[in-house]
């Protein structure tokens, strides 16, 4: 038999993923369009008022884009739980932890990415400055990892429910509190030309910490739900 | 002796910290204590109650509509202790695989969401003569208000899974995550809230008058009793519920019958 090192099981799963993504592409770019529309709905409901809106699109920008993981949060772990393949990589000899972590980023990848990628014509819509723009896209550069990481976790909680949807933004949305507080404070302080770079340091650090912690709890969750 | 009945009624073995982890040793035990509890609670609860609206003296600036604080601050103080001591029962749960500390973690989660909503309302009542409004998105209010959802957010995985085990761990693992979480949400929330509002309402600092004080702190112990009464009966009906394969609960529920 062939010898698999850890590494390649994880490369497999990322590129399983990211392929999976690709070939549901309603799934996929409905986040997108949705991150897109909720951001347009803002102003129709508020008025056209220039200074307001540019005074609370890091808020609206920010909230639609956590309400946009959450759309596909739920098929983070479901559709393997369904079909027997999240079984099999949890017998694999790799730690489910890793195989957590391969998957998130993946999830990462096919969602916050993409919105990292429309959030600076979203931006420009509210007539944000240049550096408003830029701190915007480091925050959710960051933010959208953070979010895909303790996302997970409430996706691995409710591997198998009927209807998770609306549970796992339940579970997640008060834990992510931290991350949209930081995230708007620091395009606010960029748009008021103060120092931002604290909150970037912040962001961060909660980055590594859900990075560690997040696929951990992840992987305990999981064998609960396979158990 | 015949087996039945030493299966029934363990002997009393020498002490250790897992005694009382036998549902059937802990369910006789939270049997005395509930009625002593429930005795704490009224007596208590009558004595702080008449002290703090007929004997304590009326606040200087805030009149009479202080006086929810005997209700207000135990109701806060115990959604928060409450909340840690489900993730404490939730992860002795997970660790030691004990079916008695996942209920225990359950019973808790009800009384807490009730004492943090306790809290949320009579912070309105208190905030509309005091500070002219229902709420303030102030670090304190907001932070409760959060809170109170990471409940919902356990109570509800709870109830989703059907599978009664799996919903105690799942919903241990949540409330430890919870647990790591309230923290960073506070500071966070406080850190928004001073950059955000310039000066803030804050209730002035004042030394507390001793009959206030006292009145307070017997309606805390009051809290604190009912919460005992109300999670331990809960952690015996459950356990009743889910051992009523066993002997002994299969006796006790039929001397329970018969009383009713």
Redesign the interface.
Known sequence: MQKISTLEILLAVFKRDISLALRRQSDTLGAVFFFALVVSLFPLAIGPETKLLQQIAPGIIWVSALLAVMLSLSRLFNDDYQDGVLEQLALSICPLALIAVAKILAHWTYTGLILLCISPVLALQFNLSGIAIEVLLITLFIGTLILSFIGS?GAA??VG?K??GA?IS??V???L??VL??GT?AVDAATANLPYSVYLYILLA?AVLASF?APL?CA??LR??L? | MDIKSTLSKPPSSSWNWFLFAAPSRFYFLAKKIIPLCWALAFVLGAIGLIMGLLYAPTDAQQGDAYRIIFIHVPAAWMSMLLYVAMAFWGAMGLIFNARLAYRLSNSIAITGALMTFIALWTGALWGKPTWGTWWVWDARLTSEL?LL??Y??YL??YS??EDQ??AS??AS??AI??V??VP??YF??K??NT?HQGASITVTKTSMQSTMLMAMLIMTFAFWAYAFAVILSRVNQKTLDEESHTDWALTELKRLKATI
């Open positions: 976790i909680l409710t429910l209807s998770s549970l339940l579970l949305l008060p834990l509190i931290p507080i930081l404070l909660l912690f709890a305990a969750a609960i739900a158990d | 959060i959802f990471l919902i957010a509800s995985l989703a899974i085990r799996k761990k799942a693992l949540l995550i919870g790591v979480n960073i949400i966070s929330v850190w928004w950059l």
